[in-house]
């Protein structure tokens, strides 16, 4: 039986060109390259310049990936963001980059779903596409989180850092079966109860202002350990699949603690997990996409290759998706 699929065409990266260290972050607040390291394995992160906006470098990202798809922006039909650091309050960043990249014909939206963005947009792409309403899309992930830290809040600062990255996919006729390309499962979940457990204290609707980001982190990594490991399992139960059929593990880069403890559970081998966090920090919706460039331009993703994605991030929302490359 032929069906439509959602198979990925190229992918894109960027970061912004400034590096932050732990090291230089030790003599702005009270912390240590040590703390940092061993309890969330950042070493780095790279800050957006001053007039560097979500839009930019999500439009770099994007243009990244047309690239590397061999395809130009009148390809595509549609454009979905994932951010929590938007330009502004609206228009939707989408439509920046869509007017950036001199695209008129098909949408463009943002979806916001903090960390977890990156999947809930690809999920929502893959929808569209599976039902023949859209054709090539653009699934971007993209922020600048460092505009929304608390640099007095050494329990949060020390975390995230920004960048963008970005898909292009395209809607394809496959034979229906597990060994067919593009994106074979994926499963999303919130729970709007544990929405004070990372949150960012200002809005529109509430204080008029932006906020900053507050986080329980350590209820955060209780949760995290748990929702990563019952939506894992949930998706590759859709698939069909075992772990120990997986290429290559994706996580979202919050913490290196969570994301080797989520292998360990799947029964993956150490070389098979994509990090960089240690390079990157969290860089919320980015994290996915920038992981999945940085494995590609270095070779460990082929086409072909069995690719788990899964995040977790405020909400609380989670998910993950099965994708062959
Ligand atoms: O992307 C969205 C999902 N986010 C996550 O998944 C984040 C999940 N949470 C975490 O990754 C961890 O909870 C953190 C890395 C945020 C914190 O690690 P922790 O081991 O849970 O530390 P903690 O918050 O329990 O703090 C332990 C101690 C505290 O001191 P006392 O009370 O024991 O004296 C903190 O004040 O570490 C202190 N501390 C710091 N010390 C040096 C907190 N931040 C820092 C810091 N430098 N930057």
Redesign the pocket.
Known sequence: MSVLRTVVKGCGGYLPKRVLTNEDLAKV????DE??AT??GIKERRIAAKGELTSTMGTAAARAALDDAGMDPQDIDLIVLATSTPDQTFPATAVTIQADLGITQGAAFDVQA??SGFVFALTTVDNYLKSGEFRRALVIGSEAFSRILDWDD??TC??FGDGAGALVVEAEMQNGSTTDRGVLASCLRSDGRYRDK?YVDGGPSTTGTVGYVR?D??E??RH?VTNIAEVIAATLKKSGYQASDIDWFVP?Q??KR?LDGAARKLGLAPEKIVITVDKHA?T?AASIPLALDTACRDGRIKKGDLVLMEA???GFTWGAVLVRW
């Not at 607040?29 to 240590?32: E, P």
């Open positions: 607040v009270d912390t240590t703390w940092i309890r969330t903090v960390c050494r329990g020390v975390l990372l986080m982190g350590p955060v990594f995290a979202h919050a913490n969570i969290n919320s977790m991030g405020g």
